[in-house]
């Protein structure tokens, strides 16, 4: 009972300090915040797409686990599918008001400062190699941004730039599998079965969804390795 009072105050939390909130998601400026929560097994977080790895240089992301012990605090970064992520994790029945609008506003900004300060507040623990950079001008890199300043990784054997609806929606990667919900939302299987299996639900309209309803895209799965197979040739 106290997970499913929290999971409600939080809700009211995300409303008030994100006026794009639509119950799933809310679109910020460059960036779009996610918040999931399980009240059967009492976790929340707060995760926030960063950009892809594939070309990022490998001393890029020895200083992003730098940031996490010095400066990241509250929020941390995370890599998963490819993606790193700017996340907030938390017990959901311990979860206070305020400890919902520090970790939204530290995942914000730690999305943000990514490339330049790595930081999700003001407070730098001691024995940051770099705590003066804090106070410096804080905004995002672009990946080619990145490249010039940390150095450049061999290419990768993955395709890039490709057209925004063959990736998808919940890790940004080229489908592989793509599949249809009842609502019309269209997903890579491997990510909407793992979804399903956490939290029953379609991620954007939250209503109930079973992997039984997912219907193979074929049309898109052609278009997407016939797009592939011109790129290797």
């Given amino acids: ?29 460059g960036f779009t915040f996610f918040c999931k929560y399980d009240t059967r097994h009492n976790r929340m977080r707060f995760i926030i797409p ?18 996490n012990f010095h400066t990241a605090l509250d929020a941390r970064y995370a890599v998963n599918n490819g993606i790193l992520w ?16 520090a970790g ?3 995942v914000i900004r730690l999305a943000k400062t990514t490339g330049s300060t790595f930081t999700s507040s003001n407070l730098v ?8 950079a804090v106070n410096n001008n ?14 450049k990784e061999e290419p990768s054997n993955q395709a890039d730039d490709v057209p925004d609806h063959f990736c998808d929606p919940l890790t940004f990667e080229v ?29 954007f309209t939250r209503n109930s969804l079973k992997t039984s309803e997912l219907v193979p895209n074929r049309a898109l799965a052609d278009a997407i390795e016939e797009e592939l197979k011109k ?3």
Avoid: C, Y
């Avoid at 804080?138 to 150095?151: M, N, P, Y």
């Fill in 125 to 132: 623990f001691v024995g940051a190699t770099d705590s003066a």
């Fill in 1 to 29: 009972r106290d997970t499913m009072v929290k999971a409600v105050e939080l809700e009211a939390v995300l409303k008030h300090e994100l006026p794009s909130w639509d119950g799933s998601k809310a679109d910020l400026e």
């Fill in 86 to 101: 700017s996340a907030f994790i938390h017990p959901l029945d311990s979860l206070t008001k305020s400890d919902a609008q």
């Fill in 175 to 203: 489908m592989q599998d793509p599949v249809v919900t009842p609502s019309g939302h269209t997903f890579d299987r491997v990510s909407i079965e793992q979804h399903i299996r956490l939290w029953g639900t379609n991620p």
């Fill in 104 to 106: 939204i506003h530290q």
């Fill in 50 to 67: 960063v950009m892809r790895i594939n070309d990022v240089p490998r001393n890029f992301l020895a200083r992003v686990l730098e940031a």
């Fill in 138 to 151: 804080q905004s995002r890199l672009t990946t080619q941004e990145v490249q010039d300043k940390f150095g």
């Fill in 231 to 233: 790129r290797k040739q």
